[in-house]
């Protein structure tokens, strides 16, 4: 299994970024997807996640500025950032659960200034 993410950067309170993460090694049509987010010093927490027939959920710090959503032609899950603010700033990592395990991805830095 490999999650391959991409589109982190800097970026100025206010702007917005879209986050990729292209997989393989798994029937991305049966899997769940999620983002996850560490900043330094902290825990890694979920930010959204989207299950197999495409239902959403995010945490309530990123909702209405954060859309997760999927294609299932590409294999990718995709995280829309909005109006982005400076505690947004971290490291964040795509996910799923397969083969009865956590995969993730390597991570890609999102950095907000303001």
């Known amino acids: 299994v490999q999650l391959q993410a991409s589109g982190g950067g800097l970026v100025q309170a206010g702007g917005s970024l879209r986050l990729s993460c292209t997989t393989s090694?798994?029937?991305?049509?049966?899997?769940?997807m999620a983002w996850y987010r560490q900043a330094p010093g902290t825990q890694r927490d979920l930010v959204a996640s989207v299950t197999s027939a495409g239902v959403t959920r995010s945490v309530d710090s990123v909702k209405g500025r954060f859309t997760i959503s999927r294609d299932y032609a590409k294999n990718t899950v995709y995280l829309q950032m909005n109006n982005l603010r400076p505690e947004d700033t971290a490291v964040y990592y795509c996910n799923t659960f397969w083969g009865g395990r956590q995969h993730w991805g390597q991570g890609t830095q999102v950095t907000v200034s303001s």
């Open positions: 090694g798994v029937n991305f049509r049966i899997a769940a």
